[in-house]
């Protein structure tokens, strides 16, 4: 037999494999996504797009004219080089690795993104995790602090945060840029722009440390994995050395193309989601026993009396959230919930205040 042990390394045989919960006949407000298919005529008009790709060739490793596209529809300044990744986990990979230096630390407040601290692990780095205040708002002396204990090589900073929907103060983030200095690189993870009022990719040049990552999947195009991050040109030039040339395929590259050059069809998607994020965070904090939290992105962070139960009565009527509780202790009985259309809202609705009176 052979011996796990003598093998893989401690740090992964002792984690636990991510989990993703089977979504089958429950309505999915777990992930994040975009709950609105393409227009039938934009489906229609992308299969023929998408069945003239030559899926015999591998792809062109430059991906050109992706690129320009990203820069062009979703702002990304003309001077700056793009890198691209399967999702911008590949991306959290890809900067791991490249970092991984003897001794090299990633910091990023906590609870956040829970594959900074991973993806840190794979690579050998070690993670430290910087706690929240009690109303999940930034931290900002213990992250400055920590940035002068530590001299991190990585600063993750969510931009909104996820599981939380935080936008921290912008002039927060510009601390912390300037704390980290020339030693260490500051990724703002901007996977939930499409959501949010303002952004760091306009800003980039007024810093030698900042990245800026997103990603289409809250935008409505979760299925195809494709992420991007823009920053200096010289990080940008070494984070491609490590990037696996043909990451991103055939399909993944023409399906973007095609739905890139009609964003306003996903830009107008968000817009409704964003309305759709006011009404039910009103009708939320109009239920008595819940506390909601700002959010400036496509889900709502709740706090209940008993999350566990909340979470049971509502997979009793057929609906997946994600309970966070367990997460972080700054997060007791927290449950995380995707805005989606007035429908499903809705249902939603109707289902926590049940959820939340039956025994
Ligand atoms: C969803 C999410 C991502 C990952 O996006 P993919 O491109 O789908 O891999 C990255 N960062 C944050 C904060 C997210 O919530």
Do not use: W
């Amino acid at each position: 037999m052979v011996s796990i042990t003598d093998i893989i390394r401690p740090e992964i045989s002792s984690l636990a494999a991510y989990h993703v919960p089977d979504a089958a006949g429950l309505l999915k407000l777990d992930a994040m996504e975009n709950p609105y298919l393409l227009p039938a005529e934009m489906q229609q008009a992308l299969a023929q797009h998408l069945a003239q790709v030559a899926l015999n060739r591998y792809p062109v490793p430059s991906y050109s004219g992706l690129k320009q596209l990203i820069a062009d529809k979703l702002g990304v300044p003309a001077d700056r080089e793009i890198v691209l990744g399967n999702g911008s986990d590949e991306l959290i990979a890809m900067i791991s690795v490249a970092c991984a230096r003897p001794g090299a630390k990633v910091l990023a407040p906590v609870p956040g993104f829970v594959m900074y601290a991973m993806s840190a692990k794979f690579a050998g780095l070690e993670f430290i995790g910087v706690p929240l205040q009690a109303d999940l708002t930034l931290d900002t002396a213990a992250m400055l602090a920590a940035i002068r204990t530590h001299r991190p090589a990585i600063t993750y900073l969510a931009y909104p945060n996820n599981p939380t929907g935080t936008l921290y103060d912008a002039d927060d983030i510009v601390a912390i840029a300037h704390a980290v200095g020339d030693s260490g690189v500051v990724v703002v993870d901007e996977a939930y722009q499409p959501f949010a009022p303002t952004s760091f990719m306009p800003r980039l040049a007024e810093f030698d440390n900042l990245v800026v990552m997103r990603t289409v999947s809250k935008l409505g195009l979760a299925g195809i994995r494709l992420g991007y991050m823009a920053g200096n040109n010289a990080l940008m030039h070494e984070f491609e050395k490590v990037r696996p040339p043909y990451n991103i395929n055939v399909l993944t590259q023409a399906a973007a193309e095609f739905v890139l050059q009609r964003v306003e069809v996903l830009d107008a998607q968000a817009a409704e989601l964003r309305a759709q994020r006011s009404q039910l965070a009103m009708a939320l904090s109009a239920l008595p026993g819940v506390q909601v939290f700002p959010s400036a992105a496509n889900f709502l962070l709740i706090r209940v009396a008993n999350a566990e139960q909340v979470f049971a009565k509502l997979l009793d009527h057929k609906i997946l959230v994600k309970n966070v509780g367990k997460m972080h202790s700054l997060l007791e009985n927290c449950l995380r919930i995707t805005v989606s259309t007035p429908e499903e809202n809705a249902l939603f609705m109707a289902a926590l205040a049940a959820s939340l009176t039956s025994k």
